[in-house]
């Protein structure tokens, strides 16, 4: 990395900090739609120094003048923090720092105050040894080119200077007063949140009691370490507990959030983990039953049931890449007012702000379920239903799995089947559809597959697993 002078002000008053001079720039680390790697040996400070000063540059050239920065509660956000908000203040930007927080509350911070951008320190729901970084200018969250030239300006290390000032703003109380006057719940419901040990643990709870919900704990201390489970609440190996204490407690639902609260989980009050395409499903019958015609996103993972389901009940299917970024994108685009990718995204643009926020959206299914005489395991009893695996991860290196996903989609041949390749291959047959696409996050391909029936569930995935072990036989496939 070339050196670059303008940091040296902002790194002087810190003898840990070093002023970058040169050396490997970890190219990896910045994804699709936000940047993340391993804490110690990637997000080095001099590597953050750089990311800042490359944001904070191209914040002024907005003519953004602050940058509203919020962390997790991971062990290294704190000091990856203070080297970013320096490096953001030696480009001139002030910085409004709203502590450790949800990363809905940054966005929501960017709606609120008079500040449209800002950074998200978090690993999201990556193992406790990862960060990273969630960027947000003028209320967009970015994404491909907008990554890539955040990495071109920290590798080239032409950066902006000034000084900017800092000043700290607790933006819970305005957040909780307005989902409290947002959302209404009709009779008292008795939930269990889990909060992974993550950044929502005592938003959520809090928030729920202010709702009139008796609320059940758990996991709900901040621990970077993260020792009740991972904090990836799509794995539904790390829901475990959550489904035994809503069984223990005789809980009308639980909800389990992610290390940084954008996503959720959802299981019903006989233990049934809820997936979130079934999920979307609930909030589209509720959505479009106020806004017929209107567009519902989702992303290539989700049931085909889901699609019909949106058409029969007015409204129009649109499908989107994976990834909270994009699925954004695609609502803007559409002007659509409800969103869900199978992850645990959900996005309302009705009554709310259109961006991913777990703690809202399960405000949301709290008001659907107290406004009706059923249980949850009654609504989502009366809605389709297919055979259909979780999401599968299939591990393959960082450097290998956008070409062996490429592969897959220009060698891969399926006559019976209608092939989509927006994001990866997703081929629809008769009888039900699978999925190959490459991790935005992780160094692995994902997989999801879903038919009519056991049998045929079975036959489409022998039909993936023998056109892949021709692209690459010594991929081991798990599926």
């Known amino acids: 990395m070339p050196h670059n ?29 936000d940047i993340r790697g391993h804490a110690e040996k990637e997000l080095t400070d001099t590597m953050i120094a750089s990311i800042a000063g490359a944001v904070g540059t191209i914040a002024e050239q ?31 930007r002030d910085v409004i720092d709203i502590g450790m927080a949800p990363t809905p509350l940054l966005y929501f911070a960017t709606r609120h105050l008079p500040c449209p951008s800002g950074i998200m320190i978090t690993g999201s729901h990556n193992p406790a040894d990862q960060n990273g970084l969630k960027i947000v200018l003028n209320r967009q969250t970015l994404a491909d080119g907008r990554i890539a030239e955040i990495r071109d300006q920290a590798a080239a290390g032409n950066f902006s200077t000034g000084s900017g000032q ?34 929502t643990s005592e938003l959520a709870p809090l928030l729920f009691q202010r709702l009139g919900c008796e609320v059940i704990p758990l996991n709900c201390q901040v621990d970077g370490r993260f020792p009740g489970h991972p904090p990836d609440t799509s794995n539904e190996e790390n829901l475990a507990a959550l489904v035994q204490k809503v069984l223990d407690a005789e809980a009308d639902f639980g909800v389990a959030f992610d290390g940084d609260g954008d996503r959720l989980a959802v299981v019903t009050p ?53 990834g909270h970024a994009f699925m954004k994108q695609k609502m803007q685009e559409t002007g659509a007012l409800l969103g869900g990718e199978f992850s645990g995204h959900m996005f309302f643009g009705e009554r709310w702000y259109g961006f991913d926020d777990g703690i809202y959206a399960a405000g949301r299914l709290a008001e659907i379920i107290s406004s009706h005489e059923y249980t949850l395991d009654n609504a989502v009893a009366k809605l389709p239903a297919a055979s259909s695996t979780p999401e599968i991860i299939i591990p393959v290196a960082d450097d290998y799995k956008f070409e062996l996903a490429n592969k897959i989609v220009n060698n891969t041949h399926f006559p019976s089947g209608k092939v989509t390749t927006l994001d990866g291959l997703r081929v629809d047959f008769s009888d039900g559809w699978g999925l190959v696409r490459a991790s935005n996050t992780g160094s692995a391909l994902t997989a999801r597959f879903e038919a009519d029936t056991p049998e045929n569930l079975n036959k489409i ?8 072990a021709k692209i690459d036989p010594a991929i081991e496939l798990n599926f």
Do not use: W
């Not at 509203?68 to 320096?86: N, T």
């Not at 800092?166 to 209404?184: E, G």
């Not at 995935?461 to 892949?468: K, L, M």
């Open 62 to 92: 907005m003519g953004e003048h602050a940058l509203i920065v919020g962390c997790d509660g991971r062990a290294s956000s704190p000091r990856i923090k203070a080297v970013l908000i320096r490096a953001i203040m030696a480009t001139g």
């Open 166 to 199: 800092i000043t700290q703003k607790n933006i819970v109380p305005a957040y909780l007063d307005k989902v409290r006057d947002d959302i209404t719940i009709a009779r008292p419901l008795k939930i269990v949140i889990d909060a992974s040990n993550g950044a």
């Open 5 to 33: 002078p303008t940091l040296k002000p902002l790194l002087a008053g810190n003898p840990k900090v070093a002023v970058p001079t040169g050396g490997a720039f970890s190219e990896q680390i910045f994804r699709a739609y």
């Open 461 to 468: 995935q022998d039909e993936f697993r023998t056109q892949i």
């Open 270 to 322: 006989s233990g049934k983990i809820i997936r979130s395409d079934v999920l979307l499903m609930l909030y589209a019958q509720d959505f479009l039953s106020r806004n017929p015609g209107a567009d519902v996103v989702f992303d290539v993972k989700c049931s085909r049931l889901l699609s019909t389901l949106i058409t029969d009940y007015g409204g129009r299917p649109v499908l989107s890449k994976t």
